[in-house]
Structure formats: structure tokens, C-alpha cells
């Protein structure tokens, strides 16, 4: 995925899950967290985590809207 434009893909009724994306294998999944922790490590540490909690709670109130609609 690059970039913001495929951001909104992750939330909402075109979810793109990463288990499906890599055909549910664990070294996969694991190696893209472990990736995000690399990326962390740096001196925007706070930013970066500010912005994937942003969109983890956006992701789970367009969840619960949908769920509720």
C-alpha cells in the first residue's frame, strides 16, 4: 500500500485485511509488525504512534457504524 490514497482502504466496507492480503501466513503477518516496530524506532516515534492510533480508532468507529446501521 503506498501513500495516504490507500489509507481509507483499511476501514469501512472495502477492508483490506492483512490476513487475507497475505493469504493468512503467520511469518507474513509477523513481519509486517515487525516492520512497523523498525519504522517506529526513530526520533518521530511519538508521531508515528499518535498517527496509527488515529487510525486505529477511526477504523473502529466506522466498524461499529456499519455494524449499527
Do not use: H, P, T
Not at 483490506?16 to 516492520?35: F, K, P, S
Amino acid at each position: 500500500m503506498s501513500g495516504r490514497a490507500g489509507s481509507s482502504n483499511l476501514a469501512g466496507s472495502s477492508k483490506a485485511r492483512l490476513d487475507v492480503l497475505v493469504e493468512d501466513d503467520r511469518a507474513a503477518i509477523y513481519g509486517a509488525l515487525l516492520e512497523l516496530v523498525r519504522q517506529a524506532e526513530c526520533e518521530q516515534q511519538d508521531e508515528i504512534i499518535a498517527l496509527w492510533r488515529r487510525k486505529g480508532k477511526r477504523a473502529f468507529e466506522m466498524e461499529a457504524a456499519e455494524r449499527n446501521a
